[in-house]
C-alpha cells in the first residue's frame, strides 16, 4: 500500500526538550510539507521541501528546523525554542508534476507540559 | 499571496438534509481550489478539485462545488447529508504557477443532527 505514515501517533515531553517527529512516504512523491493544526485555526504551513536537500521556511518556521536527506523522508524537530509547541502536526506529500493534490499522514498529537 | 475565507466554523444539519458550505478566496493571480476533509483524530483527505475545465466538479460521495471566478467563490455543496458526513472540512487554494504550497481556510465543523 503507497502512503505516508507519522510515527508516532501521540507523543509527550517536558518543556525545554527537543522533539522529533518522523514522516515517511513510499509515494515517490518530490515533494513534502509540514502542517502545524490548532483548533479554529486551520493548517499552518512549517516547512516544505520540492526536492532532496533542499527546503524552504512556510509561515510559521520559527522553533522548528527540518531535513530532506532522502526522497522518502522528511523529519521534524519541535525545539525548545517554539513557543508553544503543543499541537496536531501534519504531514502531506505531492507530486511536482501538475496534479497539485497533497496527500496526508494521519499526524501526530505532540503535547508538551 | 492567497488566502481563504471559510465563514461558518460550525454548520448544524439535520440528517438527509440540504448543506452548503461556503469558501472565497482572494488571490491576485490564477488558482486552484481544492476541498479536503478531516474525520476526528486523522489526516486530511481530498474531496475534490478544480484545477480546470467545467466549473462543477463532483465527488464519488455525492458533494459537489461550483468555481465561481467573479464572485471568487469555491462553496461546497449536498443535497442530502448522512450522519457519516460528520467531519471538519477544509477549503484550500494554489497558484498555478507550479507553486505547489496550500493555503487552507480555517475549516467549518459540519455535524449532522439524527
Known amino acids: 500500500d503507497g502512503g505516508i505514515t507519522q510515527s508516532p501517533k501521540y507523543l509527550f515531553r517536558k518543556e525545554g526538550q527537543n522533539v522529533t517527529l518522523s514522516c515517511e512516504q513510499n509515494?515517490?512523491?518530490?515533494?513534502m510539507y509540514w502542517y502545524r493544526q490548532d483548533p479554529g485555526q486551520g493548517l499552518r504551513l512549517i516547512y516544505y521541501s520540492q526536492i532532496v536537500n533542499d527546503f524552504q521556511k512556510g509561515d510559521i518556521a520559527e522553533g522548528y528546523s527540518v531535513s530532506r536527506e532522502k526522497k522518502e523522508s522528511f523529519p521534524l524537530t519541535v525545539t525548545s525554542a517554539q513557543k508553544n509547541p503543543t499541537a496536531f502536526y501534519l504531514c502531506?506529500?505531492?507530486?511536482?508534476?501538475?496534479?497539485?493534490?497533497?496527500?496526508f499522514g494521519p499526524g501526530t498529537r505532540l503535547t508538551v507540559t | 499571496a492567497q488566502s481563504v475565507t471559510q465563514l461558518d466554523s460550525q454548520v448544524p444539519v439535520f440528517e438527509e438534509a440540504p448543506v452548503e458550505l461556503r469558501c472565497n478566496y482572494s488571490?491576485?493571480?490564477?488558482?486552484?481550489l481544492f476541498w479536503y476533509v478531516q474525520y476526528p483524530n486523522q489526516g486530511l483527505q481530498l474531496l475534490l478539485k478544480y484545477l480546470s475545465g467545467s466549473t462543477l466538479v463532483e465527488s464519488i460521495n455525492g458533494f459537489e462545488a461550483e468555481f465561481n471566478k467573479s464572485q471568487t467563490s469555491f462553496h461546497l455543496r449536498k443535497p442530502s447529508v448522512h450522519i457519516s458526513d460528520t467531519a471538519e472540512y477544509f477549503c484550500?487554494?494554489?497558484?498555478?504557477?507550479?507553486?505547489?504550497?496550500?493555503?487552507f481556510g480555517t475549516g467549518t465543523r459540519l455535524t449532522i443532527i439524527p
Open positions: 488571490s491576485s493571480v490564477s488558482v486552484y
Open positions: 484550500a487554494v494554489s497558484d498555478t504557477f507550479g507553486n505547489e504550497k496550500l493555503t
Open positions: 509515494l515517490n512523491h518530490d515533494a
Open positions: 502531506a506529500s505531492s507530486t511536482n508534476r501538475g496534479s497539485y493534490e497533497q496527500y
